[in-house]
């Protein structure tokens, strides 16, 4: 259930623990530039600069929604296996594969509204 609640609440309250509030223009912009150092260090034949790990820099809240899920999904499985209530346990199992799908969907939704608006504009210049 803590699953289900964290993964529901996901798009409020990430943002409020995410450690990164800059655009993600920015953000795709240092990936770039660190390969690309990378890269050209490895052309050097030089050792690549390494990158501290910052453990702020990772973004928690959907990885421990996930985590309780699989939690919850582990139980309800041990629960189903050992013959425990089976509507009690199956919901269980249930209710952790929706909190851990969650994390997806919303992302799945927005670009399947991508994919509508960018069809819907090629239908108009076409026809």
């Known amino acids: 259930m803590i699953a289900f609640v964290l993964a529901a609440l996901s798009p409020w309250v990430a943002p409020a ?19 690309k150092d990378k890269l050209a260090a490895r052309m050097k034949g030089e050792a690549p600069p390494k990158q501290e790990w910052d ?8 990885a421990s929604a996930i985590g309780f899920g699989a939690i919850g999904l582990c139980f309800g499985v041990i629960g189903f296996v050992s013959n425990e ?21 919303l ?10 608006m960018i069809a819907a504009i090629v239908g108009s210049i076409g026809g």
């Not at 453990?55 to 959907?62: G, H, L, R, T």
């Not at 209530?85 to 969907?105: C, D, G, K, N, T």
């Open 85 to 105: 209530h089976r509507r009690l346990s199956l919901s269980a199992i249930l209710l952790s594969i929706s909190a851990m799908l969650l994390q997806y969907f």
């Open 55 to 62: 453990p702020k820099s990772v973004n928690w809240y959907p």
């Open 107 to 116: 992302l799945m939704a927005a670009a399947l509204l991508l994919i509508i």
């Open 17 to 35: 623990f995410d450690p990164d509030q800059r655009e993600i223009e920015d953000r795709a912009v240092d990936v770039v530039v660190a390969f």
